[in-house]
Nanobody, 123 residues
Framework: VQLQASGGGLVQAGGSLRLSCAAS????????MGWFRQAPGKEREFVAA???????DYADSVKGRFTISRDNAKNTVYLQMDSLNSEDTAVYYC??????????????????WGQGTQVTVSS
């Protein structure tokens, strides 16, 4: 199983970025796909996740600004990030939880991880 994340970069405060994460190695239609982030000196934290049927959840800090979606045919999950601010600066990781029964929020519940993509928001 491999996860390939892309779409990070440098953006000004108030701007937008769209992250993508393509999974390969098996079919992930019924798995939970999620995004986490880790800022320097901080623990990895939950950002958003989406179940195979489309139900999703977000961290309070990103609700109303970020949107998670997935294309099961492409085994790809997306994270549209709008109204970015400096506190969103972090390395963003995509991950898969094969249990899939509900969204879980701890990083240890996710078995597969992408390599991370840097998001830097300048103020």
């Amino acid at each position: 199983v491999q996860l390939q994340a892309s779409g990070g970069g440098l953006v000004q405060a108030g701007g937008s970025l769209r992250l993508s994460c393509a999974a390969s190695g098996r079919t992930f239609s019924w798995y939970v796909m999620g995004w986490f982030r880790q800022a320097p000196g901080k623990e990895r934290e939950f950002v958003a996740a989406i179940r195979g049927g489309g139900s999703n959840d977000y961290a309070d800090s990103v609700k109303g600004r970020f949107t998670i979606s997935r294309d099961n045919a492409k085994n790809t999950v997306y994270l549209q990030m709008d109204s970015l601010n400096s506190e969103d600066t972090a390395v963003y990781y995509c991950a898969i939880d094969s249990w899939g029964q509900r969204i879980r929020y701890g990083a240890r519940s996710y078995e597969y991880w992408g390599q991370g993509t840097q998001v830097t928001v300048s103020s």
